[in-house]
Nanobody, 125 residues
Framework: QVQLVESGGGLVQAGGSLRLSCDASGRTFSSYAMGWFRQAPGKERQIVAAISWSGDDTYYADSVKGRFTISRDNAKNTVYLQMNSLNPEDMAVYYC??????????????????WGQGTQVTVSS
């Protein structure tokens, strides 16, 4: 079992920044990949970014490349998502996920086994 708790969401103006955090517990954090997904109302959950178990390899959706940065601190059992230059299209509930069966940065929902409760990101124009 893995428990994931996100934090850091909120309301920000377009062009602003937020940093999301996801604290993990329950299994050896450094042994599995982590991902950030988002889901807007009426839309499917989509990958935002993912990171390998070591942090050496990352994946980004095209829509966030150059604006978002995923990182992890295995000593703190935490994964981060730094989001810069936010725009209204980024508004969604953001979820972190743990992929216990993968060590590379996986991009598919089905590759992840545990999910956080989500944190809302609202961007005002």
């Amino acid at each position: 079992q893995v428990q994931l708790v996100e934090s850091g969401g909120g309301l920000v103006q377009a062009g602003g920044s937020l940093r999301l955090s996801c604290d993990a517990s329950g299994r050896t954090f450094s042994s599995y990949a982590m991902g950030w997904f988002r889901q807007a109302p009426g839309k499917e959950r989509q990958i935002v970014a993912a990171i390998s178990w070591s942090g050496d390899d990352t994946y980004y959706a095209d829509s966030v490349k150059g604006r978002f940065t995923i990182s992890r601190d295995n000593a703190k059992n935490t994964v981060y998502l730094q989001m810069n230059s936010l725009n209204p299209e980024d508004m969604a509930v953001y979820y972190c996920a743990a992929g216990l069966r993968v060590r590379r940065p996986a991009s598919k929902v089905y590759e992840y086994d545990y999910w956080g409760q989500g944190t809302q990101v609202t961007v005002s124009s």
